[in-house]
């Protein structure tokens, strides 16, 4: 028999080295390849910045029959603020429900999604499939049903009755995401906290949850955006204006006094919606994309 020869590292090398030096690129080369992706991705920037771009500027230009006749200024943000209750009541409103919101749907979806990715129950895989089935019930038919059982419980007209309707609607992707997150995380963390004697419970707050935490911010944007962007549920449940959402009020501020629209403090209202969205996302960014992509590979 013949004996065969161990390759060395140095020989590994060698072959290796002619296909590393194949796979690179000659900075012209890099330059044709990378000049259609710095197109198309500051084309779709554009089609995406532009409008908010507009808004904002139109926000404090000059435009006739506006508050903001004559220059630049802040005066339709002015007539924003003053508006009926004025926009720090509906700005308290908004926040009130987003904030309580992100809580109901961290809480729900933390004890949930680590129920469904650590435990094994009977009819575990068909309850998970009943809750992703809400995403396939239309949103606003059930608003009406809703509204009558939040009447019966005496949470009707209820900045805390559309916060727990809006988390209902949130649970089942922040249901998903935290189990894709805590099945990501090696059972092995559990084992160990429990040998060092930790209780399930301890485990999870000690260990679990802070290996999860870019699912959690995940989640908790998400609850966060849509409740504080959300027009359907506040309109259907909320019937006093001091109680309205900034959204809701932006939509009544367009119709005054015979049917004339005041763009301008329109223009001012998205732009306030839409800043505390961007500030948000810029600051947790990062957070945000590694959460999406926890599920991708399981340790």
């Known amino acids: 028999m013949t004996a065969q020869t161990v390759p060395t590292a140095t020989d590994v090398l060698r072959v290796a080295e002619p296909r590393r030096r194949a796979g ?6 890099r330059i044709v390849f990378g000049v259609p992706y710095w197109v198309l991705t500051t084309a779709l920037a554009i089609i995406f910045l532009y409008p908010l771009i507009w808004t904002a500027v139109s926000s404090v230009g000059p435009r ?4 903001q006749v004559d220059g630049w200024g802040f005066g339709n943000y002015v007539a924003l603020a003053n508006y009926q209750a004025g926009i720090w009541v509906y700005l308290g409103n908004s926040a009130f429900v987003a904030l309580l919101t992100v809580l109901l749907t961290l809480v729900v979806s933390t004890f949930g999604g680590y129920a469904f990715a650590r435990f094994s129950f009977p009819g575990k895989n068909l309850l998970f499939l009943t809750v992703l089935a809400i995403l396939m019930v239309p949103y606003a038919t059930l608003l009406i049903p809703l509204y009558v059982i939040l009447n019966m419980v005496g949470l009707s007209n209820s900045l805390v009755g559309v916060a727990i309707v809006l988390t209902m609607f949130q649970l089942p992707f922040s249901m998903f995401m935290m189990r894709i997150s805590f099945e990501s995380i090696p059972r092995e963390l559990d084992e160990a906290a429990m040998v060092d004697g930790a209780t399930t419970f301890g485990a999870l707050r000690r260990v679990l949850i ?3 935490k870019p699912g959690l911010i995940t989640v908790g944007m998400f609850a966060f955006l849509a409740a504080w962007n959300d027009f359907m549920a506040p309109l259907i449940l ?3 204006t001091n109680r309205m959402t900034l959204p809701l ?6 119709v005054q006094v015979q049917g004339v629209i005041d763009y301008g403090a329109t223009e001012a209202g998205v732009v306030v919606l839409a ?3 961007i ?5 947790l960014q990062r957070h945000y994309v590694r959460g999406f992509m926890s599920g991708a590979f399981k340790g």
């Open 279 to 283: 500030l948000l996302f810029l600051i």
């Open 210 to 212: 802070p290996a999860v």
């Open 24 to 29: 690179r690129r000659s900075p012209a080369a």
């Open 64 to 67: 006739p029959g506006t508050s």
């Open 238 to 240: 909320i019937t006093d």
């Open 249 to 254: 009020a932006v939509a009544n501020l367009r």
């Open 275 to 277: 800043l505390p969205c």
